[in-house]
């Protein structure tokens, strides 16, 4: 069995869709929202749905549909059974319009929901690292509940203090890329009691499956590529992620 930690089931045909994913073992998804319309879609999809959960947030670069109230409309879906996450959010410099002081405000209001709600944050961070590390270190009181660190993209060398944390890693698609050593470097430092399976879909589509929509029926494909590279059986493999899963969403 298969875990997706990070889907936007919102943009996809799931009625589709979901044969194909069952098909290939993948049990559990979270479906993450990144405004208030796909988090919204997010909580209908998990009602609707067996296995399916929900994280709901506004990400960084989706802040310009940001409006007062919308804090409070995010706390409202996070009363249903199936949201497990506060997310995705976070801070991401890749754009040269970054409001990086706006960022991080909306970042540590949402930082500060989860934890009145007691739940976890699933966390975007995209050419950040030393101010999300900063960031992190600032607010760890307020991070008991955990996360995760989705797409890791930083260095191998900033595991380890993520780790300390407190934080889980995930890896998708990219850690199947031939450019995208460092990925696989980190995916390799991780303690096994830290590592989690996502796909991002439907973005960053595995190998052999660039150029099309990626699917958590794709999971497998990224689990056995992160056994491989710790040298363990994939089923072994995945029974721990599903451990990890468990203890960090409760699902
Ligand atoms: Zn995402």
Do not use: W
């Not at 670069?61 to 409006?67: C, D, G, I, K, V």
């Not at 995010?74 to 059974?81: F, G, N, W, Y």
């Not at 390799?188 to 879909?201: A, G």
């Not at 363990?232 to 992620?241: D, G, K, L």
């Amino acid at each position: 069995m298969f875990v997706d930690t990070h889907c936007h089931l919102n943009q996809m045909n799931l009625d589709e869709e979901l044969p194909r994913i069952r098909e290939a073992r993948v049990t559990k998804m979270i479906a993450i929202g990144y405004d208030l319309t796909s988090s919204k879609e997010a909580v209908r999809i998990a009602e609707g749905n067996e296995g399916i959960y929900a994280a709901v947030g506004f990400q960084p670069t989706e802040l310009h549909s940001f409006q007062s109230g919308d804090l409070e409309r995010i706390r409202a879906l996070a009363s249903s059974q199936k949201v497990v996450a506060i997310g995705e959010i976070g801070m991401d410099y890749h754009y040269e319009d970054t409001n990086k002081p706006l960022q991080r405000e909306k970042f540590v209001e949402q930082i500060e929901l989860a934890k009145e709600l007691k739940l976890p944050v699933c966390i975007h961070s995209r050419d950040d690292a030393e101010d999300m590390l900063n960031l992190l270190k600032e607010e760890r009181s307020k991070l008991i509940f955990g996360g995760v660190m989705h797409c890791y993209s930083h260095s191998r060398e900033m595991v380890k203090s993520f780790v300390d944390l407190g934080f889980y890693l995930a890896f998708g698609g990219t850690v199947t890329y031939k450019n995208a050593k460092k990925v696989a470097e980190s995916a390799r430092e991780v303690p096994l009691d830290r590592i989690l399976t996502e796909t991002d879909s439907p973005y960053l589509p595995p190998v052999p499956h660039r150029g099309e929509r990626n699917t958590p029926a794709f999971i497998p494909i990224i689990a056995e590529k992160l056994a491989a590279l710790r040298e363990m059986e994939t089923e072994r493999f995945a029974e721990i992620v599903m451990k990890n899963t468990k203890a960090l969403f409760g699902i």
